[in-house]
C-alpha cells in the first residue's frame, strides 16, 4: 500500500480492545471507538482500511453499524470484519448477508486475527488499484469514459430533482490523424497529454469533471452550471489551447494544434421543462461538435437543450448569450 493503512478497532468493552490493538501492532495506524456512532462519525473523517467490530454493543450494535457503514457510499468501500462472542451459524451468514467480509469469533487467537485482516489489508489495496485504474485515463491521467458516465447519470438525477441547470461540453482535437502522421504516435501522445492540461485548465469548479472519452476526445461534465457559464468554460478552453501553440506539423506551415467543441446545456427556464437523459445531453453536445467541425474548427458551437430538431449555433468568444429556438 503507498499510504499507511488505518484499521478502525470497535467494541465497547475496553480490555477487548486492549487485546485486538496488541495483535494488529505494526499492521498500520490504530484508531479505537466503543460505540457504533462514534465510529462511524470517525470513519466519515477519515475512512479506514479496514473495521474490525464488535457485534454486541449497546447503542447502535454491530450489524446496525455495519449496515450504516454500506449506506453510506464514502463508506461502503470499508472492509468489514466482525469480532463477537456470539458464535452461531445464523449470526454468522447474517453478518456476510449484511456485507461483513470476515468473522471472527471470540476468544481470538492473536496469530489467526492478524493473518486474516493482513488479507483483508491486502485484498483492499488490490480493490482500490483497480477501481484507480478503471476510473482514470492512464495516457492523460484525466477521469476514463467509466468514471464519467455514472457520474453524468447521477449529475443530470440530481439537476432534474434540484431544478438546476447543467452542461455537458466534447471537444475533439482538429486533423489529429494528420498530426499523428506526420509528428509520429508518440509525439500524438504527447500532444495529448498537452491537451489533457489545457482543458484542465479551463474548468476551477469543484464538481466539474474532464475525462477523456477516448482516442483524441474528451468530455466536460459542468453540473450546476447554465449556457452563459458554460460558454465562458468554452471560450477559456479553446484560448488554453491556442496558447500551448503546439505546432502541427500536418497543417500548412505555421497553423498550430487546436480543438473544435460542442456545447449543451439544460436549465429549467429554457424550451424543456424536464432535465433530459445524461445520453440526450451528450448526444446534443455531439451534435454540436459535429456542427463546429462544420464550421472551420478550432471552434465552439452551442445548443441550449430543447425540442428536436436541434439548432446549434456558434459560440462567439464573449458571448455568453447564446439563444436556440426549437
Ligand atoms: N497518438 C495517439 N493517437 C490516437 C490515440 N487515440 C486515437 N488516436 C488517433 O486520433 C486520430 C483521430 O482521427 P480522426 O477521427 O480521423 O479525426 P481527425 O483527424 O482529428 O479529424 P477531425 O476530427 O475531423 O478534425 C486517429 O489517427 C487515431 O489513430 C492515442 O491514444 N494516441
Known amino acids: 500500500m503507498t499510504h499507511r493503512p488505518s484499521l478502525l478497532l470497535v467494541d465497547d468493552e475496553p480490555d477487548a480492545l486492549h487485546v485486538l490493538a496488541h495483535c494488529l501492532e505494526g499492521l498500520g495506524t490504530l484508531h479505537v471507538a466503543t460505540s457504533g456512532t462514534q465510529a462511524l462519525a470517525m470513519a466519515r473523517r477519515h475512512p479506514p482500511s479496514v473495521v474490525l467490530l464488535d457485534a454486541n454493543m449497546p447503542g447502535l450494535s454491530g450489524f446496525e453499524t455495519c449496515q450504516a457503514f454500506k449506506a453510506d457510499p464514502l463508506l461502503a468501500a470499508c472492509p468489514i470484519l466482525f469480532v463477537t462472542a456470539e458464535d452461531s451459524a445464523e449470526q454468522e451468514a447474517k453478518s456476510f448477508e449484511i456485507g461483513a467480509v470476515d468473522y471472527i469469533t471470540k476468544p481470538i487467537h492473536p496469530v489467526v486475527v492478524r493473518a486474516r485482516v493482513r488479507t483483508q489489508l491486502r485484498l483492499k489495496e488490490l480493490t482500490d488499484e483497480l477501481r484507480r ?184 468568444p464573449g458571448s455568453a448569450t447564446v439563444s436556440v429556438a426549437p
Not at 187 to 215: K, Y
Not at 245 to 251: E, K, Q, S, T
Not at 291 to 298: L, S, T, V
Request: include cysteine.
Open 133 to 316: 485504474l478503471a476510473l482514470e485515463d492512464p495516457l492523460t491521467g484525466l477521469a476514463s469514459r467509466r468514471c464519467f458516465e455514472p457520474q453524468l447519470v447521477r449529475e443530470v438525477a440530481l439537476a432534474a430533482r434540484s431544478g438546476l441547470p447543467i452542461a455537458v461540453m466534447m471537444v475533439d482535437i482538429d486533423h489529429f490523424k494528420r498530426f499523428n502522421d506526420s509528428a509520429g504516435h508518440a509525439a500524438g501522445d504527447h500532444a495529448l497529454r498537452e491537451v489533457a492540461q489545457a482543458l484542465s485548465r479551463a474548468a476551477r469548479r469543484p464538481g466539474d469533471l474532464i475525462c477523456r472519452l477516448g482516442g483524441e476526445e474528451f468530455a466536460f461534465l459542468l453540473p450546476q452550471t447554465g449556457l452563459g457559464d458554460a460558454s465562458t468554460v468554452a471560450d477559456r478552453a479553446l484560448e488554453e489551447v491556442r496558447r500551448m501553440a503546439l505546432p502541427h506539423p500536418g497543417l500548412p506551415e505555421g497553423q498550430c494544434l487546436s480543438v473544435s467543441l460542442g456545447l449543451a446545456a439544460w436549465s429549467p427556464g429554457g424550451p424543456v421543462r424536464d432535465a433530459p437523459s445524461g445520453a440526450l445531453l451528450l448526444e446534443a453536445a455531439d451534435r454540436a461538435l459535429y456542427a463546429a467541425k462544420q464550421g472551420g474548427r478550432n471552434t465552439a458551437y452551442a445548443v441550449q437543450f430543447g425540442p428536436e430538431p436541434f439548432q446549434t449555433r456558434p459560440l462567439h
